[in-house]
Every structure is written in structure tokens, then in C-alpha cells.
């Protein structure tokens, strides 16, 4: 399946690519045939970078699930100042852009805090990307207590896809939006949530099993 946020991609990468193709046929030059075939390739990209895949959702209340595809990058203690006000665990998530991009939620609960922020484009993967770069935030309340997790735009992505809004009830493994080519999702959570990811380990959104809540 196809995420609905890459028909316009495909589209016109689609109509730039038969345009090519037929001005290549009209007019033929090395130079056309060699644009012509790096849009062909981009065209058929898009179809792998905006697939859509199903997936089971392993059930429990108290479980926090992965909510995006990617790399663990970083499992730490930080001082978090825009939704929980306090020291958390942080566990960042690096999509490259052979992973599914679709976001999910994590957890169970009602959107209290969403916040978009303009900002750079640095290397997702680097340690100043959460405060300087273009991101979504979303504050979450559960009834385990508050979770906090962010978008964060990378490199080469230029658009983040929120659907959620203050009120929402979301299920995890819902998808919520994505972020176009390269980029993370870092989630914060409560010092007592037992984590059951290490450093280097794939992760599948709406599936994988980022650790548990305990009290």
C-alpha cells in the first residue's frame, strides 16, 4: 500500500519522467538519456519510499510501541523543558530513507500539547538536530502518566505530516503522519518505564516494543 502523502510525488515525477522520455524520443542526446534515466529511478523510488506496510500491534495498556522505522541512536537521561518539565528517558529513532517513513503512535492516550517549530535542517542524526531542527512535538497524558515524542525533520526532508490535535484519543500503533526522506522521531518517557531496546537496534513503527510502562 501506498501513503496517500506520496501521490503527489509519484505523480509528477511520473509526468516529469514521460516528458523525458518522450523529448529523448523526439530529440535524442546522452545528456537527455542520462536525466531521463535518474528521473526514472526517482519515479520508481517513491513507489518503495511511500509504501505503507501493514502492521499487528501487540496488545497491552501498559506497553509503549516503536512509532516510527528505524535505528535506535540514542538511549539516555536528559532534562526535558517543553512538555514534561523533568528528567526522562530519551530513546531516538533514525530513519534513513530505505526505512517505511509512516509515524504510528506509541501509546494510549489523549494529545494534550502539539507544537510545530520552524528550524534548520541538519543531519538528523546529529546531537544539536532535536533543538535547532524543524520539528513537531506532541505531548500525550496516559494513565500511566505524561509521554512526550518528536518529529524531528533531517538533512534532505523538507515536510513533516501531522494529523493528530490537542484532544485527540489515539491507540498505539494508529498512524498519525510521517516525515518525507531522512529523519527521527525521538520519544521521551518517565525514568520509572522499563526499556526494552538497545543502542543499534531496528525498529519497526506499530510493532516493536520500545518498553513498558511500570506504576
Excluded at 519522467?17 to 518522450?22: C, D, G, I, K, Q
Excluded at 522505522?69 to 530505505?98: H, N, Q
Excluded at 518517557?189 to 526494552?196: D, E, G, T, Y
Aim: with cysteine; charged share 25%; hydrophobic share 45%.
Amino acid at each position: 500500500m501506498i501513503t496517500k502523502d506520496g501521490y503527489k510525488i509519484i505523480f509528477f515525477t511520473g509526468l516529469l519522467e514521460a516528458l523525458l522520455l518522450a523529448a529523448s524520443c523526439i530529440k535524442p542526446s546522452v545528456a537527455l538519456w542520462i536525466v531521463t534515466g535518474i528521473i526514472g529511478v526517482l519515479f520508481i523510488f517513491h513507489f518503495f519510499f511511500f509504501r505503507d506496510p501493514q502492521r499487528k500491534t501487540p496488545d497491552g495498556d501498559a506497553l509503549i510501541i516503536s512509532p516510527a522505522d528505524g535505528t535506535i541512536i540514542k538511549i539516555d537521561e536528559i532534562e526535558e523543558p517543553v512538555y514534561l518539565k523533568e528528567k526522562v528517558r530519551r530513546v531516538a529513532i533514525f530513519m534513513s530513507v530505505f526505512n517505511a517513513h509512516i509515524n504510528r503512535n506509541p501509546v494510549d492516550g489523549t494529545v494534550e500539547f502539539l507544537e510545530h517549530k520552524n528550524g534548520q535542517f541538519l543531519a538528523a542524526f546529529a546531537d544539536k538536530a532535536l533543538d535547532v531542527n524543524e520539528r513537531t512535538e506532541i505531548g500525550v497524558t496516559t494513565k500511566f502518566g505524561k509521554v512526550f515524542f518528536v518529529q524531528i525533520a533531517g538533512l534532505i526532508a523538507r515536510r513533516i505530516v501531522c494529523r493528530l490535535k490537542p484532544g485527540d484519543t489515539i491507540k498505539p500503533g494508529e498512524r498519525f503522519g510521517m516525515i518525507k526522506y531522512s529523519s527521527r522521531v525521538d520519544l521521551f518517557l518517565p525514568l520509572s518505564a522499563k526499556i526494552n531496546v538497545s543502542l543499534k537496534d531496528k525498529v519497526r513503527a506499530g510493532e516493536t516494543i520500545i518498553g513498558e510502562f511500570t506504576s
